[in-house]
T-cell receptor, first 111, second 114 residues
Framework: RKEVEQDPGPFNVPEGATVAFNCTYS??????FFWYRQDCRKEPKLLMS???SGNEDGRFTAQLNRASQYISLLIRDSKLSDSATYLC????????????FGRGTSLIVHP | AAGVIQSPRHLIKEKRETATLKCYRI?????VYWYQQGPGQDPQFLIS???????DKGSIPDRFSAQQFSDYHSELNMSSLELGDSALYFC?????????????FGNGTRLTVT
């Protein structure tokens, strides 16, 4: 079982829709959580960090559920430009500091 | 603000050749990571350096080695290249402050082995 798991999708949604992705992690010692966006053949770019209290940035909301060991990303009012792969990144601390990536969830927003 | 800079952007090599990938981290960061991303795959961790010392090692083949220099630059050296080494190679840097800060990625080197 992979340490960080995501539904690869693709999620195919119309413009304006609300879509949510989950990402589960297996190591309870994980302490830092991030969502990245990756466009085809480009580098991953930080979308947002995920804090225990949850956080929002415009149309994007991230949540952390430590008890169930998952993080989520909610995108409201989807735009065509949101089409990309969304990567979940989890880092343990203490001993090793290896940010581990999920496989990514593909989002396709259509007109 | 300056980001992570990688070179070259594209590299074509033949089997059994060697390749050197370079990366300049963001100066205020203290940790550098190298990742390999094959087609349709998630980035796989290869190796990391905290300041100039090797910190963690992932799925890096023995044919690969990496160095961190004092002028913020890092190199990934790859020898006896195989067709399966064809991938995107990313360098990323961050700052450790108890909990790790986000990774900032360079725009990658696309290596093609023929």
């Amino acid at each position: 079982r992979k340490e960080v798991e995501q539904d690869p999708g693709p999620f195919n949604v119309p413009e304006g829709a609300t879509v949510a992705f989950n990402c589960t992690y297996s190591n309870s010692a994980s302490q830092s959580f991030f969502w990245y966006r990756q466009d085809c053949r480009k580098e991953p770019k930080l979308l947002m960090s995920v804090y225990s209290s949850g956080n929002e940035d415009g149309r994007f909301t991230a949540q952390l559920n430590r008890a169930s060991q998952y993080i989520s990303l909610l995108i409201r009012d989807s735009k065509l430009s949101d089409s990309a792969t969304y990567l979940c990144v989890v880092t343990r601390t203490g001993g090793s500091y290896i940010p581990t990536f999920g496989r990514g969830t593909s989002l396709i927003v259509h007109p | 603000a300056a980001g992570v800079i990688q070179s070259p952007r594209h590299l074509i090599k033949e089997k059994r050749e060697t390749a050197t990938l370079k990366c300049y981290r963001i100066p205020r960061h203290d940790t550098v990571y190298w990742y390999q991303q094959g087609p349709g795959q998630d980035p796989q961790f290869l190796i990391s350096f905290y300041e100039k010392m090797q910190s963690d090692k992932g799925s890096i083949p023995d044919r690969f080695s990496a160095q961190q220099f004092s002028d913020y630059h890092s190199e990934l050296n790859m020898s006896s290249l195989e067709l399966g080494d064809s991938a995107l190679y990313f360098c990323a840097s961050s700052h450790r402050q108890g909990a790790i800060s986000p990774l900032h990625f360079g725009n990658g080197t696309r290596l093609t082995v023929t």
